[in-house]
């Protein structure tokens, strides 16, 4: 008799940074549990420690503890490298500025091509002394913050989440207005962390108006991270795509992370989706459906979503997520190569893609360095006929350093169920 497939998915990458961060800078003990440990969050790790944040695995009790009590203490600056971690640079940035000496944070050349500039001059609104390369990484900022008014425009929600961390840790009161804000969900997991930690603020319905009480200060955490949404996409993808169950453990239904709404995609495309315990059951469909789905709140669900599309039996749109473009990579566009490559009926729209149904075929693609398309180009050699090959697929270890190791469990356990 058959079981079904499962899989447990690690810890999310987006509730492991801000923990580290929220720790560090309380000047505390912390314990963290459920950890991700990849590429991204050991970068964030090994810029704390320059900062003189004590990092150490418990191993009997299975879990980080992070010291801050010696938080930049001894420091006249410090030169802080977040390799291709976007999240642990942006979240950083005005955190850093607390400890009113100049810090520089650099990266790998990917994340080097991501803007900075609106979340540097927000920061010199708030009293910092910043200094950038025209709007890009490197970037040395200085402190104190001083509080004060701004608007920006959040094309990335972490410049709001960036700024929403720094304003606990700021001397006066801040006001953010945002006219425009991306990936809503992500500020959502931000405020879930800032409501545990107590902190006041205000925050309008649509988060485009933002109040927080300067002279406020972290408490040391005590939190076990849950399982990653995003990395738990892509199996949810294999399991649309397959036509069968695979159970995907370790995830919380209440979660806050935004990427839990490739569910409600996937449900409108056929799939059969039912909560148990420890996390969620999704069978894929006979026959998937087409729609037009607006995925602003979730870029990082492109690649995976689009790889599903080549599999439906209706014309699928993706649309509302420019924002896409200045990821690791311009991921519309290499989406948009890597399945006509493959033979894929497939349209770049300036904000998405446009993905009629078609017959695949076996050809080599690239991984553009970027973990999100690698890993969905693994996910869709599963439905092409002897495969696909990805030019380099290293950097899946981003969030996912398990990923190829779990994907060839779960196919052979499909083969056999």
């Not at 304003?167 to 931000?190: N, Q, R, W």
């Not at 990805?390 to 950097?395: E, L, N, P, S």
């Amino acid at each position: 008799m058959s079981t079904t497939p499962e899989i447990w998915i690690p810890g999310s990458k987006s509730h492991s940074i801000r923990a580290l961060l929220i720790a560090a800078f309380s000047k505390g003990k912390s314990r963290i549990r459920n950890l991700l440990i990849s590429s991204d969050t050991l970068s964030t790790m090994e810029a704390l420690k320059r900062l003189n944040v004590k990092i150490t695995y418990d191993k009997d009790n299975n879990e980080y503890v992070v010291d801050a009590e010696n938080l930049g203490k001894g420091l006249e600056s410090a030169v802080l490298d977040l390799g291709n971690s976007g999240t642990g640079t942006y979240l950083l940035m005005g955190l850093a500025a607390s400890l009113e000496i100049p810090v520089t944070i650099t990266g790998d050349e990917s994340l080097s091509s991501r803007p900075i500039g609106p979340l540097a001059e927000a920061y010199r609104s708030l009293g910092a002394h910043v200094t950038d390369n025209k709007g890009y990484l490197p970037v040395t900022i200085q402190g104190p913050l001083k509080g004060g008014s701004l608007s920006i425009e959040c094309r990335t929600s972490q410049y709001l989440s960036s700024l929403l961390l720094a304003g606990v840790l700021s001397k006066g009161d801040s006001k953010i207005t945002c006219p425009i804000l991306f990936e809503k969900p992500y500020v959502g997991m931000t405020l879930k962390w800032l409501d545990e930690q107590q902190i006041e603020y205000e925050i309008s319905k649509d988060y485009q108006e933002t109040f927080i009480k300067g002279g406020q200060c972290f408490k040391a955490l005590d939190a076990t991270i849950s399982g990653d949404y995003s990395s738990a996409s892509f199996f949810f993808g294999l399991a649309a795509i397959s036509r069968k169950k695979i159970n995907i453990l370790g995830l919380e239904k209440n979660d806050s992370q935004g990427d839990k709404r490739v569910l409600e995609v996937l449900e409108k495309m056929g799939c059969s989706i039912q909560w148990i315990e420890n996390g969620v059951s999704v069978q894929g469909p006979e026959k998937l459906k087409g729609g037009s789905f607006d995925i602003n709140d979730i870029p990082d669900a492109l690649p995976i979503l689009s790889v599903i599309a080549t599999q439906a039996e209706e014309e699928v749109t993706l649309y509302n997520v420019a924002q896409a473009r200045i990821k690791e990579t311009d991921r519309i566009a290499s989406m948009a190569e890597n399945l006509s490559i493959l033979g894929a009926d497939v349209t770049e729209m300036e904000d998405g893609l446009k993905i009629k149904p078609s017959v695949l075929h076996k050809a080599k693609v690239k991984g553009y360095d970027d973990h999100r398309i690698i890993m969905a180009m693994a996910i869709l050699s599963y439905a092409v006929k002897d495969g696909i090959e990805i030019d380099d697929t290293r950097r899946a270890d981003v969030t996912f350093p398990t990923f190829f190791e779990l994907y060839e469990k779960i196919k052979k356990e499909l083969s056999d169920a």
